[in-house]
């Protein structure tokens, strides 16, 4: 059980354009998910939590605007990276919590920018 | 908020040697230590984890010991082997779970044959 799966696990997207990365629970209703984003050779940086339902909860520096979250569904969160440069080139992955229990990753989605 | 140290960055071992990584948290209200691996481009996994009212915990080869009062947590590996190369990531949450965490910088384990 507790099984969380990314789409896609790899992207690579023009500079400019907005790229859309899903995380689902496939068998628990996920109340809350959080988006991490790791730079290559560095640690995870967490960038917000979303509460299913309501607007996600940015961490500072991270922007809102730029990083649409969407939490519409108990098994789906959506991040969309808008008009990606390539400094948004990262590792992003999802974490899954049903209330306030125990949260499991997704595989991750690896975004290439050019 | 929170902040995570971890060290060191890099360690290599003979296999069979212990390995042993250190991090230091800043919030005493933090209250779960989960210790990470990941393998390169994939998720972490969560080897072991401690919550703040056990001082040590043990899995086999993996042990984890809290010091609250100094805010500090080892991740001990013994008889370590090739396949428990990996970079290992701690980090504190203070939601009791694996919720909303801090992570360290990471620690590159490298076990030689």
């Known amino acids: 059980g507790a099984v969380v799966s990314q789409h896609p696990s790899w992207v690579i997207c023009k500079s400019g354009t907005s790229v859309k990365i899903e995380c689902r629970s496939l068998?628990?209703?996920?109340?809350?998910m959080f988006w991490y984003r790791q730079f290559p050779k560095q640690s995870l940086m967490l960038m917000a939590t979303?509460?299913?339902?309501?607007?996600?909860?940015?961490e500072q520096g991270v922007e809102k605007d730029k990083f649409l979250i969407n939490h519409a569904s108990l098994t789906l969160s959506t991040l969309t990276v808008t008009s990606a440069h390539p400094e948004d080139s990262s590792f992003y992955i999802c974490?899954?919590?049903?209330?306030?229990?125990?949260?499991?990753f997704g595989q991750g989605t690896r975004l290439t920018v050019v | 908020g929170e902040n995570v140290e971890q060290h060191p960055s890099t360690l290599s071992v003979q296999e069979g040697d212990s390995a042993v990584i250190k991090c230091t948290y800043s919030?005493?209200?933090?209250?779960?230590f989960p210790w990470y691996k990941q393998e390169l481009g994939k998720r972490p996994q969560l080897i072991i984890d401690?919550?703040?009212?056990?001082g040590e915990k043990k899995d086999q080869r993996i042990a984890v010991t809290l010091n609250k009062t100094a805010k500090h947590f080892s991740l001990h590996i013994t008889e370590t082997q090739p396949e428990d190369s990996a970079v290992y990531f701690c980090?504190?949450?203070?939601?009791?779970?694996?919720?909303?965490?801090?992570f360290g910088s990471g620690t590159q384990l490298t076990v030689l044959p």
């Open positions: 980090a504190a949450s203070m939601s009791g779970s694996a919720r909303q965490l801090t």
């Open positions: 974490s899954a919590a049903a209330g306030n229990t125990e949260a499991f």
């Open positions: 979303s509460n299913e339902g309501s607007k996600a909860t940015y």
């Open positions: 919030d005493s209200a933090s209250n779960y």
């Open positions: 068998d628990f209703q996920a109340t809350t």
């Open positions: 401690i919550r703040s009212n056990v």
